[in-house]
Every structure is written in C-alpha cells, then in structure tokens.
C-alpha cells in the first residue's frame, strides 16, 4: 500500500470515530492575508508551506497540474470564461 493511501486510511478511521483529522496549508501569497477568518470559517488548522516546499502544498500543485492542462502558464485568467468555444 502507498504511503498516500495509508494517510487516507488514517483519516477515514479517525473520521467513523468522531476525529476532527483536518487541516489547510497554503502558499505564503497575499491571497492568504486573511488565513485565521479562513480558519474559523472552516473549522480546521492553517499552516503555510516552507518557500518552494511544493511537495507540503500537495493538493494545491495537483491543482495547478489540472488547470495547466487547459490553460498555459501566464493566462490572464481575466479573459477566460465560463464557456466552451
């Protein structure tokens, strides 16, 4: 078994128990000035990645990888659009 798959396991297991296993860590970028109202509306811990850590920000480099699929680096996602061409 992988090593991200027993992690999930852990925090299945300890969700059926009534845990609280959950936490966010983000990129240290201005959009996350505001991370303890991000905090308290989630309910959950924030943590901020050591710089160029990518593999402590794993769900956001996944992200990142999905949108790079469609959409190149340096888009100015100020014109793209909800709407298939």
Known sequence: MA???R???HIAADHRRGGSLHTLTADNGKEFAEHELIAIACKTDF???K????SQRGTNENGNGLVR???PKGTDFATVSDESD
């Open 69 to 71: 699929a469609y959409l």
């Open 47 to 49: 943590y901020f990645a």
């Open 3 to 5: 090593g991200h798959e």
């Open 51 to 54: 710089p160029y850590a990518s």
């Open 7 to 9: 992690i999930y396991l």
